[in-house]
C-alpha cells in the first residue's frame, strides 16, 4: 500500500472537518441575499453616518464602535447562525451530519464561521477609518478586541440556545426579539435614561451591557455613564483594571448559555 493510498484513507482531522463545513456553511451563507445584505452594507455604514454627523471627539467615537459592535454580534451572527441552524435542523441537515465523522462542535463551529469572518473583518475596518475621519485613538484596544471575540462566542451560544425554542426560519424573526430588546437596552448611550432605577441596575448586569462597556472603556478610557458624569478617562492600566467585572459577566453569561444550549437546542425537526 502506498504511502498516498494511507494518507487517503486515513481519518480527516478536526480542523480539516470544520474547514470543509465552513466552507459549505459559506456558500450557504452567500446565497442568502437577504442575510448577505443585512450583514455587509449595514454594519459599517450605519456607525460611519451616525459619527460623520457628530462633534467626532472620544465620547463620540466610543458610541459609534459600541453602535457598530452591537449590531454586528446581533445581525452578523446572532441572527445569521440562528436563521442558518433552524433551517439546517428542518431540513434534517444537522441530523445527517451528526451520522458521519464530524462532531457536535464542528458542526457547529462551522456554522458560526460566516458571521464571525465578516465581523471580525468589519473590526479590523472601521477602527481605522473612524480614525481618519477625526477620531482620536484608542485608549487600549485589548477591552475592544476582548468584546468583539468574547461577544461573537456568546451571540452564537445564544442563537442555538434561542433555535430550540424556534420552530421554523420564519419563527425567528419573533424568537429573537428578546436577545435583541435586551442587546439594545444594554447600549451604553441609553442606560443613562434609566436613572438610578431598579431596571437601570438589572440592565447593566446582562451580558450587552458589559460587552458595551468593554467597548467604551478601550475606546474612550471612560463608560459613556461616566463620562456624562464628568470622569476624567482612565490610563492604559486603568481601563485593563476596570475592565474585569465587565468581562467577568460576559464570561459568567456565556458559560450560562452553552449550558442552556446543551439542554434545549434541537438536532431534529419538530415536525
Given at each position: 500500500?502506498?504511502?498516498?493510498t494511507?494518507?487517503?484513507?486515513?481519518?480527516?482531522?478536526?480542523f480539516?472537518?470544520?474547514?470543509?463545513?465552513g466552507?459549505?456553511?459559506?456558500?450557504?451563507?452567500?446565497?442568502?441575499?437577504?442575510?448577505?445584505?443585512?450583514?455587509?452594507?449595514?454594519?459599517?455604514?450605519?456607525p460611519?453616518?451616525?459619527?460623520?454627523?457628530?462633534?467626532?471627539?472620544?465620547?463620540?467615537?466610543?458610541?459609534?464602535?459600541?453602535i457598530?459592535?452591537?449590531?454586528?454580534?446581533?445581525?452578523?451572527?446572532?441572527?445569521t447562525?440562528?436563521?442558518?441552524?433552524?433551517t439546517?435542523?428542518?431540513?434534517r441537515?444537522?441530523?445527517?451530519?451528526?451520522?458521519?465523522?464530524a462532531?457536535?462542535?464542528?458542526?457547529?463551529?462551522?456554522i458560526?464561521?460566516?458571521?464571525?469572518?465578516?465581523?471580525?473583518?468589519?473590526?479590523?475596518?472601521?477602527?481605522?477609518?473612524?480614525?481618519?475621519?477625526?477620531a482620536?485613538?484608542?485608549?487600549?484596544?485589548?477591552?475592544?478586541?476582548?468584546?468583539?471575540?468574547?461577544?461573537?462566542?456568546?451571540?452564537?451560544a445564544?442563537?442555538?440556545?434561542?433555535?430550540?425554542?424556534?420552530?421554523?426560519?420564519?419563527?425567528?424573526?419573533?424568537?429573537?426579539?428578546?436577545?435583541?430588546?435586551?442587546?439594545?437596552?444594554?447600549?451604553?448611550?441609553?442606560?443613562?435614561?434609566?436613572?438610578d432605577?431598579?431596571?437601570?441596575?438589572?440592565?447593566?448586569?446582562?451580558?450587552?451591557?458589559?460587552?458595551?462597556?468593554?467597548?467604551?472603556?478601550?475606546?474612550a478610557g471612560?463608560?459613556?455613564?461616566?463620562?456624562?458624569?464628568?470622569?476624567?478617562?482612565?490610563?492604559?492600566?486603568?481601563?485593563?483594571?476596570?475592565?474585569?467585572?465587565?468581562?467577568?459577566?460576559?464570561?459568567?453569561?456565556?458559560?450560562?448559555?452553552?449550558?442552556?444550549?446543551?439542554?434545549?437546542?434541537?438536532?431534529?425537526?419538530?415536525?
Amino acid at each position: 500500500m502506498t504511502t498516498e493510498t494511507l494518507d487517503r484513507s486515513s481519518p480527516r482531522t478536526a480542523f480539516s472537518r470544520v474547514r470543509a463545513l465552513g466552507t459549505a456553511e459559506w456558500l450557504q451563507f452567500r446565497r442568502n441575499k437577504t442575510i448577505l445584505f443585512m450583514a455587509t452594507i449595514f454594519p459599517v455604514g450605519i456607525p460611519l453616518v451616525l459619527f460623520s454627523i457628530g462633534s467626532r471627539g472620544a465620547v463620540e467615537a466610543a458610541n459609534t464602535i459600541d453602535i457598530f459592535v452591537l449590531y454586528t454580534l446581533l445581525f452578523v451572527q446572532f441572527y445569521t447562525v440562528l436563521s442558518m441552524v433552524t433551517t439546517r435542523r428542518d431540513e434534517r441537515v444537522l441530523k445527517r451530519l451528526r451520522t458521519g465523522e464530524a462532531r457536535d462542535w464542528e458542526i457547529l463551529g462551522a456554522i458560526c464561521i460566516p458571521g464571525a469572518l465578516l465581523s471580525i473583518v468589519f473590526t479590523i475596518v472601521i477602527v481605522p477609518l473612524l480614525m481618519i475621519m477625526g477620531a482620536p485613538a484608542p485608549v487600549n484596544l485589548i477591552p475592544l478586541a476582548l468584546a468583539v471575540v468574547l461577544g461573537l462566542i456568546l451571540a452564537s451560544a445564544l442563537a442555538f440556545a434561542t433555535s430550540g425554542f424556534t420552530r421554523n426560519a420564519e419563527a425567528a424573526q419573533l424568537t429573537s426579539m428578546p436577545v435583541i430588546t435586551v442587546a439594545i437596552l444594554g447600549l451604553g448611550a441609553l442606560r443613562p435614561m434609566f436613572g438610578d432605577s431598579i431596571l437601570a441596575s438589572m440592565v447593566n448586569y446582562t451580558p450587552f451591557a458589559a460587552i458595551s462597556d468593554l467597548v467604551q472603556l478601550g475606546w474612550a478610557g471612560a463608560t459613556f455613564s461616566d463620562s456624562l458624569a464628568g470622569a476624567e478617562a482612565w490610563s492604559f492600566a486603568g481601563v485593563l483594571e476596570h475592565s474585569v467585572q465587565p468581562l467577568l459577566i460576559i464570561l459568567g453569561w456565556t458559560v450560562l448559555t452553552v449550558a442552556v444550549t446543551r439542554q434545549y437546542m434541537r438536532w431534529d425537526t419538530h415536525r
